[in-house]
C-alpha cells in the first residue's frame, strides 16, 4: 500500500518528525474528502468526483501511499469520462484501501 523508498526519501528531504506533522494533517483532510468523495458519487456529480479524486490522488502521493493514489486517479479519469463502468467497485473498496494505508503510515512513524 506504501512506497516505503519514497517515504524513506521524504523523510531524508524533510526529518519524520515534519512528514508525521504533514501525515496528521492528511489523515484529518483525507477522512474529509472521503466523505465528499462518497457523497458525489451518490448523486452522480462527475465534475466535483473528479475534482476530489485528483485531489486525494496527488495529496496521497505526496504521502506516499501508492495503491490508494491508483484508485483514485481510475475515479478521476472514469469522471472525466462521466463513465459508471466499473467505478462501483472501485468506490466500494476505496475506503478500505484509505485505512489500511493510513494504518501502515501510522504504524510506520510509531515505529
Same mark, same amino acid.
Given at each position: 500500500?506504501?512506497?516505503?523508498?519514497?517515504?524513506?526519501?521524504?523523510?531524508?528531504?524533510?526529518?519524520?518528525?515534519?512528514?508525521?506533522?504533514?501525515?496528521?494533517?492528511?489523515?484529518?483532510?483525507?477522512?474529509?474528502?472521503?466523505?465528499? @468523495?462518497?457523497?458525489?458519487?451518490? /448523486?452522480? *456529480?462527475?465534475?466535483?468526483?473528479? #475534482?476530489? &479524486?485528483?485531489?486525494?490522488?496527488? !495529496?496521497?502521493?505526496?504521502?506516499?501511499?501508492?495503491?490508494?493514489?491508483?484508485?483514485?486517479?481510475?475515479?478521476?479519469?472514469?469522471?472525466?469520462?462521466?463513465?459508471? @463502468?466499473?467505478?462501483?467497485?472501485? /468506490?466500494? *473498496?476505496?475506503?478500505?484501501?484509505? #485505512?489500511? &494505508?493510513?494504518?501502515?503510515?501510522? !504504524?510506520?512513524?510509531?515505529?
Amino acid at each position: 500500500m506504501i512506497n516505503y523508498a519514497q517515504l524513506d526519501s521524504l523523510i531524508q528531504l524533510l526529518e519524520k518528525d515534519t512528514i508525521n506533522q504533514i501525515r496528521l494533517e492528511f489523515v484529518d483532510d483525507s477522512h474529509e474528502k472521503m466523505t465528499l @468523495l462518497i457523497r458525489a458519487w451518490n /448523486i452522480r *456529480d462527475y465534475q466535483e468526483l473528479r #475534482q476530489i &479524486s485528483h485531489s486525494l490522488k496527488s !495529496a496521497s502521493l505526496n504521502m506516499a501511499m501508492q495503491v490508494f493514489a491508483e484508485q483514485c486517479q481510475l475515479i478521476e479519469e472514469a469522471s472525466a469520462q462521466q463513465s459508471e @463502468l466499473g467505478m462501483q467497485a472501485i /468506490i466500494d *473498496d476505496l475506503p478500505a484501501i484509505h #485505512q489500511t &494505508s493510513l494504518n501502515e503510515l501510522e !504504524a510506520f512513524f510509531s515505529s
